[in-house]
């Protein structure tokens, strides 16, 4: 197996009574990647997250990350893992600082210093002791990514992480991505149906249409195949679909 693979699928397959809404999904993504993983609502990206996060298990096939296979090391696998599956929930009658306190105990080894320096980390520091129902969105989407955070895991693995943010929400969780993973080597598993916002900070994707993978490849590698088309006009192109995505 390629070293420098992070996190890997190998025929990933999984239905809902006759319905196969993950078929054969084979990912590759590389330590240091932000990975895109690109699709309408409803072809199975957040299915296919909680497959990989080991929240439900699939019919057949294999997640392996760092070398650790899911299907018969679960605790080591998922130790390597931090995600945002959905939308975040914490107690809104709790500080963000007791929040993340209250996650810290459930993870064994985790000091108190850890909890400053994840919320130091996505920018919410001068926050921290203020109630979670005082937040903003975005600020409630960067206490999920500081939750995430916590055990020091090399892949994060976020949901629709832009998803219902104002402008400058997004910006400040695309900045906060591209920074993490320059500055602490953390590698980012991201699923979006927003084309134009992965095209900003993504150097790889994945295209998922009906639950197969369509395409896996360099972000930089489809623009020059396609003589500069967005990534929208590309998704177009190989999924065959029309209109918008949102």
């Known amino acids: 197996m390629n070293s420098n693979l992070l996190l890997q699928t190998r025929n990933l397959t999984k239905s809902f009574g006759d319905r196969k809404i993950i078929n054969r999904l084979n990912l590759h993504v590389m330590k240091g990647d932000i990975y895109g993983f690109l699709g309408r609502n409803g072809q199975g990206k957040t299915t296919a997250i909680r497959l990989v996060t080991g929240l439900i298990f699939p019919d057949s ?3 392996i990350i760092d070398g ?3 299907r018969n090391d679960f605790k080591n696998t ?3 893992v931090g995600a945002i599956v959905e939308s975040p929930s914490f107690y809104g009658y709790l500080s963000g600082y007791d929040n993340l306190k209250l996650m810290a105990n459930l993870i064994p080894g985790i000091k108190k210093d850890r909890i400053d320096e994840v919320l130091d980390m996505v920018r919410l520091n001068h926050r921290a002791k203020d109630k979670v129902k ?3 969105l975005g600020m409630k989407q960067r206490l999920g990514i500081a939750n995430a955070l916590l055990s020091s895991p090399k892949l994060i693995i976020l949901d629709e992480p832009t998803n219902g943010l104002d402008p400058q929400g997004m910006k400040e969780i695309k ?3 591209v920074q993490l993973a320059a500055e602490r080597n953390i590698t980012f598993f991201i699923s979006s149906h927003l084309l134009h916002e992965v095209e900003q900070i993504c150097n790889r994707v994945g295209i998922i249409h009906s639950g197969t993978l369509l395409c896996e490849a360099e972000v930089e590698e489809l623009t020059q195949k ?4 967005s990534l929208e006009d590309i998704y177009f192109d190989i999924t065959g679909e029309g ?3 949102a």
């Open 61 to 63: 096939g294999d997640v």
């Open 68 to 70: 650790h296979h899911l």
């Open 78 to 80: 998922i130790s390597n």
């Open 134 to 136: 005082t937040y903003s």
């Open 175 to 177: 900045e906060m991505i």
């Open 226 to 229: 396609s003589k500069g088309k």
């Open 243 to 245: 209109g918008d995505l």
